[in-house]
């Protein structure tokens, strides 16, 4: 370990690093699997299942020399002793002088119960059943692995991408075997729906935490909706079939066929007919020059097209009061005070179309809208022209009939009136 600073540049210190610390703390367990996996195939092997042996016997943890030696009868002397040895160096086997016996250390423990679980899921998706159950193992406990999870989160995007290219081939072999792998792992896929969501049930999560178990079921639910669309793609594939004559034949059992045949033998069919230059009949010259056009323009016409975005720029400045100065309402304000001033003492009023009638219909309907604001109390704070307007001593009368207008574009008006308020 004091040579770790060698690997760094001269101005970093190892112990900055919080992974490196992680590793380091952890060494002890290790080491342990420096020892077993030291050395060729053959020798790792055999460490393996002597190891695995003297921990299998979980009534009985303690081995004498005698007895190791009669479990292994099958071993070579010389062979099994160098593998007991290299455990005895290695920390994995200790030898109580008192008792002259043997025992597996901590750290051998540990590492055959890793390797119990990896080589419970040998056969099947190895990866994705190894770490759901790591995953499950450290919610079961308490003590969820961020790590594991990252794991499990970036084997589901691998696997969606794999389907998602199966798909893309269009090829009716890769959508098969990749649906068949979809089936294979689903059980999995499941099981870590379940852990995901027992861990966003649970209120100690860390954000982090949280965020990668919201990661992995969303990575769940986009494999969800492929098992649909592999099911709908190989019913298209299978339309797009090539019926041989009435032989039952399909262009997909030629192809299978084929693919099932060895190199040799396929070979072999150049030297008939094969062996002719095959004239592509079926090939007319306007599909030819269509796809040669978009090959030499089409395509570079694309590449050529420029779709970036324009660069931010400021919006111009403007003047707000010009902007929000409602000139059709000013209008009207100046005509309500100037037939005001005109009215007689009887308070007889005057007929709306008087004051809201306008060139045309749109301006016409904005002033009659404008009329209802009249004594509207929540415009009493207000500065703008509108609600100047609704503060003006006016009342609406009337409107049971509708006047007829020799209008062009106004036809009919109410005959409502505006009356003076005395209250105001």
Partial sequence: MNSLAEFFRPDIAPDTLPQLN???????????FVTLFRGGEEEVLMRLLV????????????????????????????????????????????YDSDSGRYALSEGARVALSALATLLDFAGDDVE???????????????????????HLLARLTELHDEFADALESQSEFRIRAAQHRLESVWRWVQKSTDVVRSLTQDERLTLTTLTQA????????????????FERRLAQLAAQRVHLGNSGLTSTD??????????????SLANGPLALGVEPAFLSTPELGDVAEFELLGRERARAEDSTLPEAASAEAADAPEVERLLEAETLYDSLLEMGLQL????????????????????TAYRL???????????????????????????????????????PEVATLSDARLLANKAG
């Fill in 51 to 94: 190891l695995r042996e003297l921990g299998g016997r979980a009534d009985a943890p303690y081995w004498t020399p005698q007895e190791i030696a009669q479990r292994f009868a099958y071993l070579n002397d010389t062979k099994l002793n160098t593998i007991l040895g290299r455990l005895r160096e290695g920390d994995l086997l200790v």
């Fill in 254 to 267: 030629i192809a299978d066929f084929l693919r099932r045949q060895g190199s040799a033998w396929l070979s």
């Fill in 128 to 150: 994705l059943g190894y770490l759901t159950s790591q995953v499950a193992a450290g919610q079961a406990v308490g003590q969820v692995s961020e790590e594991a999870m990252q």
């Fill in 369 to 407: 809208s404008l009329l209802s604001l009249l004594g509207d109390p929540e415009t009493s704070n207000d500065a703008s022209v509108v609600a100047a307007l609704a503060r003006l001593p006016y009342q609406l009368a009337g409107g049971d009939d509708i006047l007829h207008l020799d209008h």
């Fill in 214 to 229: 919201q990661a992995i079921a969303l990575a769940q639910s986009r494999m969800l909706a492929l098992a649909g669309t």
């Fill in 344 to 363: 007689g003492p009887d308070n007889d009023g005057f007929p709306i179309a008087n004051a809201v009638l306008a060139d045309s219909y749109n301006e």
């Fill in 22 to 32: 992680k590793l380091t703390a952890a060494w002890p367990y290790l080491a342990v």
